[in-house]
């Protein structure tokens, strides 16, 4: 698992977020989300520092970062792929959907592959119920998916990415 | 107060209004089950299983929590409450992993007692298909996790910081995932864990437990080659009584001869002796200090006592700047083990390499610290095995006595002689009382009669007395309980000439109250002050004792006038005497 770096200049700017929400209460969401987004994951190093500032255990920030789904341990790929298995797409068959982009990737639900492209995530509803079922990438939905509409997808962006698209 | 007027199983009563259902209940001696309750600590409402029936709602509501209001009409066991905490135990059952003979709460798990008293059967534990969670195992030389036991009731997690403050253990993950540990499940030993054990206290089954060295003790025992010394600390004989039926501080001190005698060890000695010398050679210190200071040198005042090893493990890693104050004199286990080791040896004639030290201690840092590499001598180890007194328990339960009818016995070894002083290290001011003791005397010739320093006794959080010595004031303090050694900082901070000496114990109430110690059902800590009736069994101790000053231990006068000279000596140094650094946490990557 690739490790992240803590620059100089990446820790002050986090430190200085933090006191900024110290200011409000309940700082410590919007720190974790700063610390998210500033280095892209909240590992242990991470959490040292916003414990050192905030004044609250490790263990105790480690239980929000691992109870929300937003944030992440380890760094995420540069896709980031999310299947749903809300209710009314799990019904219409995105297991099915999320087992064949494991399959392809070679790797499990939550984590990253060895070339740091893809995570997959499997995510609660996300609120395209009527498009059911539904997967993610980056952000954009795909409706009325089917493992083959997936894997064609998935293999869109493999080849952009191994430089072997056809324009 | 205002008060209101409910019914509890059609039982008229008037309570305080602020009351909850359950507090009413207790008074009015109604039993209702609970399981993550810990009064005053973990009030979360997590279990479950101390649902109440209230007329005129439409669901269940907990006990616990929920505050009593004018004319409440409660029913604790109709059929439908009867089944819910069934089911809700057969829940908690299902992912309980049970190997109840071998786990420490064999004889007083709070699980197993509820299990036992609902009749639940372990259908959906049984059934194959039951999908299992994951489970952890996060094992250190102190303390063990297994998170396979664990019922999430949350009690060790707010044990956790009521205790230390340090927020060690928490839930990791969510869902079905979540389990109790560290951040991450961090390697216990790293997260900055004082080994205080006040988690394994709290917890209701034997998810936490003290990592057992029972079986390495009994190979020890069943290995001829050895001659295996056994020492017991002072909180020991105050609490092992409880774990067979006698009330909660009985002194039990002549059993646990008798039976350490019977269990086989070679030789019995007693921690109380070690505590004297600590005395004179923590005493020495602080008067070199002292007259240092007075000299203008760096004499780095206050002192601050060393024995309690979880004390030194929350300095090493929040304190660490402080370091130079603390007293280098080494615990009295560690004392006893490398008087053992390096004279008591030669004196019976032994060689060093075939005696196997075993300690029994109310602590279970005090493995982490017997482990520790300062407390090797040539790679010989002071104390080659330490056991809490629920382990020692259980070791008497293995080997088949009947405790409660052994006869007294008193060892032999002059390791075995005490005073009154060395006695009272197991609770909190007793190392400061013991060595005010010797010290006023010491440097205050005509002193000779002050020995009770009675408001270093009880347990306000902090306590503050004044010293007269040879005419000039001095300030000490007695602090016990990790949460609060940051007032105590805050204090010498703000006022750092203002205390010459400074006696700080890890546990709430000293050792007497020790993670080691017998496990106190939840319903009892509520109503007993267990940390005042084990200290009153020291105190007794102390007062029937002839002697009551450490330097006077006829036996600690010949130990020094025969092999250490005198304290603080060249021998006495290499010996008795440790060194602490600065430690990091999570810091192993």
Redesign the interface.
Known sequence: MGKIVITKEKELLLRKKIREHKQKSGPLMPSLHDAQEIFGCIP?EV??IISEELK????????VV???SRFS?EPKGKHVIGVCLGTACYVKGSQAVLDEICNTLQIKVGETTKDELFSVEATRCVGACGLAPVFTIDGKVYGHATVQSAAKELRRIIDWETGTHEN | MSTVKIWIDNQEMEVPSSYTILDAANDADIYIPRLCFLKDISETSACRLCVVEIEGLNTLKNSCTVKVWDGMKVHTHTKRVNDTVRNNLKLLAANHHFECWVCHREDNCELLELLRRYNVPNTMGENPTFSKKTHYRNISKSLTIDTSKCVLCGRCVSAC?YYTG?????????GFDTYVA???N?FIDD??CIYCGKCIQACPVGALSATSDEDLVIDYLNNDDYYVIAQIAPAVRAALGEEFGNPIGTNVEGKIYRALKKIGFDDITDVNFAADVTIMEEGTELIERIQAHLQGKEAHLPMFTSCSPGWIRYIERYYPEYLPNVSSTKSPQQIQGALIKHIYADMINVPKEKIKVVSFMPCIAKKDEADREEMKDEGVRDVDAVLTTRELARIIKRFGLNFNNLKDYKPESPLATYTGAGAIFGTTGGVMEAALRTVKVFLDKEDEHTIDFTEVRGKDAIKEADLVLNGKTYKIAVVHGAKNFPEMFRRIKENPNKYIFIEFMGCEGGCINGGGQPIVSSRDRETIDVCQLRAKALYTIDAENKIRRSHENPNVVSLYQNYLEKPGSHLAHKLLHTTYSKKE??GKK
């Open positions: 242990l959490q040292k609250i255990s490790v263990s105790k920030i480690n239980g691992t109870f929300y341990l | 910081n340090l927020g060690i253990l928490d839930f990791n993950q969510r560290p951040a991450n961090d997260a900055g946490v999570f």
